[in-house]
């Protein structure tokens, strides 16, 4: 089972961003570094929003120190992002 990252789309997350209470996993997405309980203060939304345009426009930098998966493609991410 993997997750959807709500800021940058990775669809790879070992762990549910927030579970159904809200509750946030505090786990840091590697693809774009944001963590959840964390980085999403103090408004969920807009926090995820900034952090996304941020991350495009330091032109979405994978950010973990393990490398990406072998299929991982940015472009098609935003891609579904954006029709979600
Ligand atoms: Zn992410």
Redesign the pocket.
Known sequence: MSYN?P????EKLTFEPYDEKGLASYQI?P????EFGCDDFPEKEEAFEKWRLKWIEDGCVWFSRNPPPLDWNVQEQLKQLQNR
Do not use: Q, R, T
């Open positions: 990252c800021v940058c789309g990775f997405c693809c774009c570094g944001f």
